[in-house]
Every structure is written in C-alpha cells, then in structure tokens.
C-alpha cells in the first residue's frame, strides 16, 4: 500500500488521485468524509465505516492502516 499526499482534503483533490491509481471496481473502504460521496457513482465499490457511531473496526475492516502515519506524523500515536 502507497499513501499519496494530495494539495488539500478537498473532495476535488482527492477523487481524481483515486480515479487515477486505484481499479475501476475496486472496493475502497473509508470513513464518513462526504467528500468520498462520489466514489460509487464513479464505479467504485464503497463501504464507509461508521465512526460517529464509535465504529471503528468491522470484522478485519477498518481505516486505520492509512491514518496511523497521520496519527504518527502529528505526534498523537505512540509507537512504543
């Protein structure tokens, strides 16, 4: 897995890096950012997990794998 640095956390930012590295139909799991809102009609496969409802792992899904370097990098995760 690759994390990408986009110019902002702007919907317009984000959805054409996706669009350009990630395959038409693949599944992208994210948070509840309405931002992502256009991923299915773009012919993603998107399942978001509910983190207003303090739902942060479903099964082995999550969203944690791509924060934990921004968690790292602002100094709030603690790697040991």
Do not use: C
């Not at 897995?1 to 139909?25: F, G, H």
């Not at 931002?35 to 509910?50: C, D, K, P, Q, V």
């Not at 944690?64 to 995760?77: C, M, V, Y």
């Amino acid at each position: 897995m690759a994390a990408l640095v986009a110019n902002d956390a702007s919907a317009a930012s984000i959805v054409p890096v996706v669009q350009s590295k990630v395959l038409p139909r693949s599944m992208i799991y994210t948070d509840e950012w309405n931002g992502y809102n256009s991923l299915t009609r773009r012919g993603f496969r998107h399942e978001r997990i509910a983190h207003s409802e303090k739902v942060y792992v479903v099964g082995n899904i999550h969203t944690n794998t791509i924060e934990a370097p921004k968690e790292r990098d602002s100094g709030r995760l603690s790697l040991g």
